[in-house]
């Protein structure tokens, strides 16, 4: 997918569905990661990882794959 508005939303709790829909809704290329998995918000999203949101190191490399120009808490 070719898409300039890439963002990564840290956490896959319910309440990140709301954040993760309206993202799509603005044709924005979502990435969402966390620990849980067969969450809501993963099934919507672009992509989604199962990582922990205190790993950077991983949370960098997702972001690099992925070309991600924004992040934000879920």
Same mark, same amino acid.
């Given at each position: ?5 890439? !963002?990564?939303? +840290?956490?896959?709790?319910? *309440?990140? /569905?709301?954040?993760? *829909?309206? /993202?799509?809704?603005? #044709? ?5 990661? #966390? !620990? ?17 949101? +205190?790993?950077?190191? #991983?949370?960098? /490399? !997702? /972001?690099?794959? *992925? ?6 808490? #879920?």
């Amino acid at each position: 997918m070719s898409n300039d508005k890439r !963002i990564m939303i +840290l956490g896959d709790n319910p *309440e990140s /569905a709301v954040i993760v *829909e309206t /993202a799509n809704a603005m #044709g924005c290329y979502t990435v969402v990661v #966390g !620990i849980n998995t067969d969450t809501r918000p993963k099934k919507i999203a672009s992509v989604a990882y199962d990582i922990n949101a +205190l790993d950077v190191d #991983g949370l960098c /490399a !997702i /972001a690099k794959k *992925e070309k991600v120009n924004a992040v934000m808490v #879920g």
